[in-house]
């Protein structure tokens, strides 16, 4: 009777295991971290980060806690004439994933962290992507994005240890604050079924703007009610605009298709007091995800309903907010970056 047990009690256990893992698996790039096993230096001169806790190690969700361990980093050396393809420093994170299915990929560095661009290789099962983003912990372009989960995308993972994630400094990356040291941060990369409330985008600059004799084009008609806010449907319009204007741009993407979207603009966005600032603060673009695709893809945004805030002059994205907040909320964050 306990032969026969043993296998079933096996593989219940088996069952369970993959279902923690398949949920969230973290891996930290420090021993005594969660799963760092399944963390290799493959290229470049690494070096232990530990002093001071609160700037040698993020403290994003999860991980574990400042001061009880640190992070890995690697000094970057300048090159004026960097070719962006010859890597110099590389870490590889490579996830146990016990059950195959689509994961949300985020990484994290400290406070320290200022590098840009840092490229990230995501082997997924599906094939390669590469995503720049910069580690500008001391919020020297956009505010800082360090301390946080900062979402790479949404990628299918199989059983196998060819899927991973690649974190490369090349020839091209400088530091993101020139005032601060230039150093890039691996700490720890997070592979989760479901998506991270809190989680930060990359923020990527917003689309060039074009010449600024070309019309605004509103994504409404001439007729639009007084107090309505008054849609753009192109980002490099509303740049353009936004510097006429000297103010930021306010960009609100969206589906026909995704009743998130549609019910949050009905529910919050079409509040009063969310429009009245929208009007008198911001120039606001309204985006379809199911028509601009290449454009969401580039501005690292997954879901309909998320605003984005860039600052019309520089295209720096200023905040990123992807929770539908309630209109109190919103407002409040809206006004920290008008």
């Keep these: 009777m306990k032969s026969l047990l043993r296998p079933l009690i096996t593989s219940v256990l088996a069952l369970v295991v993959a279902g923690a893992m398949g949920a969230d698996v973290i891996i930290e790039s420090r021993s ?53 393809e010859t890597v ?23 406070r320290a962290a200022n590098a840009m661009p840092v490229t990230y290789v ?3 099962a599906s094939g ?6 910069n580690q500008d912990g001391w919020g020297a372009l956009a ?14 993972f199989a059983p196998g240890a060819d899927q991973y994630v690649e974190m490369q400094v090349t020839e091209a990356t400088k530091a993101a604050d020139p005032g601060n ?22 923020q990527p600059a917003a689309p060039a703007a074009p010449d600024e004799s070309e019309p605004a084009t509103p994504a409404t008609s001439a007729a639009t009610p007084a107090g309505e806010i008054q849609w753009l449907e192109s980002l490099t319009t509303g ?7 000297d103010k930021k741009l306010f960009v609100f993407f969206f589906s026909p298709q995704s009743s998130r979207s549609t019910e949050y603009e009905k529910r919050v966005i079409n509040d009063p007091k969310v429009k009245g600032l929208v009007n008198e603060d911001f120039v606001a673009v309204k985006i379809n995800m199911d028509v601009e695709r290449e454009l969401t893809a580039q501005l690292q945004v997954f879901r309909a309903g998320t605003i984005n805030v860039y600052d019309s002059a520089t295209g ?9 907040p309630e209109a109190d909320e919103l407002i409040k964050r809206l006004n920290a970056v008008k």
Excluded: C, M
């Design 32 to 84: 005594g971290g969660k799963n760092h096993d399944g963390y290799k230096e493959t290229a470049g001169s690494w070096l232990d980060s530990n002093t001071p806790p609160q700037t040698a190690k993020s403290g994003a969700p999860g991980l574990t806690p400042q001061g009880q361990i640190g992070s890995r980093k690697t000094t970057i050396i300048p090159n004026p004439s960097g070719n962006k």
């Design 316 to 324: 720096n994205g200023l905040e990123h907010i992807s929770n539908t």
């Design 88 to 110: 110099v420093s590389a870490a590889r994170f490579t996830p146990k994933i016990e059950t195959a299915g689509e994961y949300n990929v985020y990484v994290t560095f400290s």
């Design 143 to 156: 505010g800082s994005n360090a301390n946080k989960w900062v979402e790479l995308g949404r990628y299918s």
């Design 128 to 133: 390669e992507e590469k995503k720049d983003i």
């Design 239 to 245: 740049r353009a605009e936004g510097k006429k204007q």
């Design 122 to 124: 995501i082997k997924h």
């Design 181 to 202: 040291p230039a150093s890039a941060f691996t700490d720890a990369v997070r592979f989760s079924t479901e998506p991270v409330a809190t989680a930060a985008a990359p």
